[in-house]
T-cell receptor, first 111, second 115 residues
Framework: GEDVEQSLFLSVREGDSSVINCTYT??????LYWYKQEPGAGLQLLTY?????DMKQDQRLTVLLNKKDKHLSLRIADTQTGDSAIYFC???????????FGSGTRLQVQP | EPEVTQTPSHQVTQMGQEVILRCVPI?????FYWYRQILGQKVEFLVS????????KSEIFDDQFSVERPDGSNFTLKIRSTKLEDSAMYFC?????????????FGPGTRLTVL
């Protein structure tokens, strides 16, 4: 079945850019999503990208998709302490409703 | 901004008991979902529900589980004869059926602890 992988931990200094990476295995993935989970909270949708796009920018967030390598990244510009959270990538395969999640990357922002 | 709500936030039960987890999806959404996240593990899809029937389910969603939309606003997950390994955070989600992004919006979760 589909597998989505992420690195587990990233530490950056406040004001720096953060780049969180994700790889997936299913070439029929149509939409790829980034969710944020703060401690004790649910999954907050940050952004998504359609599989026929290479890049999507939304304020401080930039999503890059390399479909050939099945690699997705989320760049957060000017990272703030409030960005500290777990970031999940997820994909949805063609014809399915289920999202397949990665294990999440814990982002720690040092003041 | 509309949001998905879930009750209770934390449920503690004894092994073998039945629990019902409740969700109120976003009002104009037509697809409803349950996911779970066992501590330290990935978020896993359980089931999706549309037009009063299950549209997709995972291998996890066996006869122990059932879902229902008992009225126009609630969506429930029933777990019969709970086991220790059912302890997890259970997330409800909903989406509009626009045929495009079908973005799923998640509730805050119910933490289920089975003793």
């Amino acid at each position: 079945g589909e597998d989505v992988e992420q690195s587990l931990f990233l530490s950056v200094r406040e004001g720096d850019s953060s780049v969180i990476n994700c790889t997936y295995t299913d070439s029929s993935s149509t939409y790829l999503y980034w969710y944020k989970q703060e401690p004790g909270a649910g999954l907050q949708l940050l952004t998504y990208i359609f599989s026929n796009m290479d890049m999507k920018q939304d304020q401080r967030l930039t999503v890059l998709l390399n479909k050939k390598d099945k690699h997705l990244s989320l760049r957060i510009a000017d990272t703030q302490t409030g960005d500290s959270a777990i970031y999940f990538c997820a994909d949805r395969e063609t014809g399915r409703r289920a999202l397949t999640f990665g294990s999440g990357t814990r982002l720690q922002v040092q003041p | 901004e509309p949001e998905v709500t879930q009750t209770p936030s934390h449920q503690v039960t004894q092994m073998g008991q039945e629990v019902i987890l409740r969700c109120v999806p976003i009002s104009n959404h037509l697809y409803f979902y349950w996911y779970r996240q066992i501590l330290g593990q990935k978020v896993e899809f359980l089931v999706s529900f549309y037009n009063n029937e299950i549209s997709e389910k995972s291998e996890i969603f066996d006869d122990q589980f059932s879902v229902e939309r008992p009225d126009g606003s609630n969506f429930t997950l029933k777990i019969r004869s709970t086991k220790l390994e059912d302890s997890a955070m259970y997330f409800c989600a909903s989406s509009e059926e626009k045929g495009g992004t079908d973005t799923q919006y998640f509730g805050p979760g119910t933490r289920l602890t089975v003793l």
